[in-house]
């Protein structure tokens, strides 16, 4: 066992419980948020791994629970951060199979930004030497993600909706879809991400600042008919494009990127057209489905980064002690997810 | 076979189509929406019976129908109104059973406000003597819908809810749930409708204008735990109180009788708690079900109106030559169902 320091540098929680509000997932300063902080290295517990971090992500999930807008509560003093990858150097009872492995993780409880971590060894994967730490870092939420919402596309039709498409989920999904011989119709908000949406897999991209937007969407919906909508905007356009999709249609809330509340303005489709409304959390989905069908998703999962077609695109990374004054400003740019490293 | 007259007396649709607006269930003026016609008598098709009407129901969707706000096109110069009961005086091949039979009737295109009436004889149900025309002529829609939606409240929990509660249909969802050994929580607009709805069968009632109602619905929602809403009404308050229910719940829309649209003000629920929003449409219902469940539930609606567990409250009474220049007013009675007669 390797001899461990008696503290470690984290990025903390500076409150606790839930807002009440929902602002979305930008930060105007990480430190209305987080501070920083030299906590005790945890120990594991019975079925729990000790970790070295390698690389952590920065999901908008992330920043909804530090602002205290996500499904679980914050605890004041913990540390951030819900996935990442780095070597496990202790086990507890139960847990001794994953001693010295490198391996994805998800810190239940949050923790990931920071340099030890402590968690349930069945939220950690066991990664595949050919996958690179920063593809490990984000291997987890954003992967399986998109492979359970795809999966609940590809069982209504043909085609689906996917907003926020630059996003890195959004790509993940486009592309999925495409290998599925689905037919993704991404929207965008840059003209500019038109082209690259389509290589990624996007059958279709539409622009949603685009004043012709729901007339080209409808038109599309028509030919295509789409019967999920994998959105993580939610504001009035959603509702409108909703609106467009034809009977039986799923709108599936998994983020809620925009501050503006959606009016429903035609009830009457719900009723008349099978139409409905509901979320999707994968922390649900792995409640809800057998640890046999996760793990084949999981494998499959890193044979996508394994050989190359998927990736994680980087747009920043920020050494732990770089978060606090420059996380808010990594997020500003688009396409890329932010990278912590220790 | 009768001898018949060539034509006959009718209600008659003046629009064809949809209107594209959301307006609800209420009339300014019949004639803005609906004509007198002399129309010729309709002959059975293949399937098909001609009933003579005893008398017809007025429902929300009939009026949502004629201002084109319902799920199917209207038809302008034919008659209107969905349902009513009365007497097989022809029938078109295979339909030959129900000759001579008092039934209550769906008419699938609309047509039951007017002297003659040709309908499916699978849209017929032959009405036991000690049933009377008035609570024969509202059998079917308002009935099977709150045993389907009773069914599906049922499925998720002892306790629903239940909004316009003192509307005909709302009645029968508080007395079957009761019946069921369920909790129904009735929402009503009249501090004077409370008691009768208890009566009735509702284990709590709250007044939707009470400035303190969403505070004594959410302690009611910890207490009793509803995880299905039936509502009628669709406005803000809906929305509020569905963000009070707990885990899982669902919120079924069933009609709009608010023009009000409401806002999506807490997306995070439909993600993290597994909410969501959908609709009830009895037609659909009706396609859905297997033909021998909707005959079992069948018996047990006409058993409930032939032992007087359930009855049809009388608002009013219009002559078919009445309904243009007195539905308007007729129907802003509340607690009671307008019935048309020839």
Known sequence: M?????????????H?????????????????????????????????????????????????????????????????????CGDVIATGS??????????????????AWAEYVVTQAQMCIPLRSDISD???????????TAMAMVDIAREAGDAFVVSAATSQLGKLMCSLGRD??????????????????????????LVTGDPKITQQFAAISTALKPRVFLDAVADQLSEQLFCAMPNGA?????????????????????????????GFWLTRWMMDTPLADQMRVIAEVQARFADGRWKTDISERLALRDVL?????????????????P
Request: proline share 7%; hydrophobic share 45%.
């Open 16 to 84: 606790d419980g839930y807002s009440g509000a929902a602002t979305g997932p930008a930060l105007a300063d990480a430190a209305d948020w987080l501070a920083e902080a030299e906590l005790p290295v945890p120990a594991p517990g019975p079925g729990q791994v000790l970790i070295r971090l390698r690389a952590a992500t920065v999901n908008p999930s992330d920043i909804h629970f530090v602002k205290g807008e996500y499904g679980q509560p914050r605890v004041k003093g913990a540390a951030a951060g819900f996935e990442g």
């Open 250 to 278: 799923r709108w599936v809330c998994y983020g809620k990127l925009s501050s503006d509340l959606p009016r429903l303005t035609q009830m009457g489709q719900l009723i008349f057209m099978r139409k409905r409304i509901e």
């Open 134 to 144: 920063e593809d490990g870092a984000a291997q987890i939420v954003n992967p399986l």
């Open 2 to 14: 390797t001899t461990l320091p008696a503290t470690m540098f984290a990025i903390v929680q500076t």
């Open 325 to 341: 004054p420059n996380l808010a400003s990594a997020l500003k740019k688009s396409d890329g997810k932010v990278i912590i490293t």
């Open 94 to 111: 139960g847990a001794e199979a994953l001693q010295d492995q490198r391996v994805a993780f998800v810190a239940a409880g949050a923790g």
């Open 180 to 205: 599925l011989g689905l037919k993704p119709i991404a929207l965008v908000r840059r003209a500019e991400a038109v082209e690259s949406l389509k290589q990624v897999g996007a059958a279709e991209v």
